[in-house]
Antibody, heavy 121, light 110 residues
Framework: EVQLVESGGGLVQPGMSLRLSCAAS????????MHWVRQSPGKGLEWIAG????????GYADSVKGRFIISRDNAKKSLFLQMNSLRAEDAALYYC??????????????WGQGTQVTVSS | QSVLTQPPSVSEAPRQRVTISCSGS????????VNWYQQVPGKAPKLLIY???LLSSGVSDRFSGSKSGTSASLAISGLQSEDEGDYYC???????????FGVGTKLTVL
């Protein structure tokens, strides 16, 4: 059974940093691309970053480009999101999602339950 | 503001059929496939339809997808109360070089 478990969320002040993690199991992690998708309270889904199986192709939404860094450790079957210079508008539930392919595509066939990030002073 | 436009809400009676539209442009739907997700309250999104019209594993065949030009549709037949939730379309956008989601459509089964 595919499992994606996010962690690392919490309350952080504006301008500070936070690192999210996603532990994967139940599939061959280094065969698939991975994504971070967020959802602000009462709002829709927003793709924020994705990378392919070997991290050679990486993409970011304009809203986080230059502030967030997505990475993966295939040996540890883990996905990460380093979030710097956090803003109030970054507050959201952050989902880790598995791509159907080895690349970056809009098809995510498995999702974690999310980790909550709150940005407030 | 999303580049994929969806109606904010739709409603229909049980056992009836409903469609949800998703309108985009040449840089996304017009040149790439469309995918649909269901999100019930308090849960993570679930893939329903991918590559325009392929049914994701384990998804009921009451769900179907189609695309024409720069628009796509999700149809749900034989509506059930468990179908209530939010539905999102998603596609790759060549101009933004990333994944774009629709704003979401809330389905209410009357």
């Amino acid at each position: 059974e595919v499992q994606l478990v996010e962690s690392g969320g919490g309350l952080v002040q504006p301008g500070m940093s936070l690192r999210l993690s996603c532990a994967a199991s139940g599939f061959v992690f280094d065969d698939y691309g991975m994504h971070w998708v967020r959802q602000s309270p009462g709002k829709g889904l927003e793709w924020i970053a994705g990378l392919n199986w070997k991290s050679s192709i990486v993409g970011y939404a304009d809203s986080v480009k230059g502030r967030f860094i997505i990475s993966r450790d295939n040996a540890k079957k883990s996905l990460f999101l380093q979030m710097n210079s956090l803003r109030a508008e970054d507050a959201a539930l952050y989902y880790c999602a598995k791509d159907l392919t080895a690349g970056i595509s809009p098809v995510s066939d498995h999702w974690g339950q999310g980790t909550q990030v709150t940005v407030s002073s | 503001q999303s580049v994929l436009t969806q109606p904010p809400s739709v409603s229909e009676a049980p056992r009836q059929r409903v469609t949800i539209s998703c309108s985009g442009s040449n840089s996304n739907i017009g040149s790439n496939s469309v995918n649909w997700y269901q999100q019930v309250p308090g849960k993570a999104p679930k893939l329903l339809i991918y590559y325009d019209d392929l049914l994701s594993s384990g998804v009921s065949d009451r769900f179907s997808g189609s695309k024409s030009g720069t628009s796509a549709s999700l149809a749900i037949s034989g509506l059930q109360s468990e179908d209530e939730g939010d539905y999102y379309c998603a596609a790759w956008d060549d101009s933004l070089n990333g994944v774009v989601f629709g704003v979401g459509t809330k389905l209410t089964v009357l």
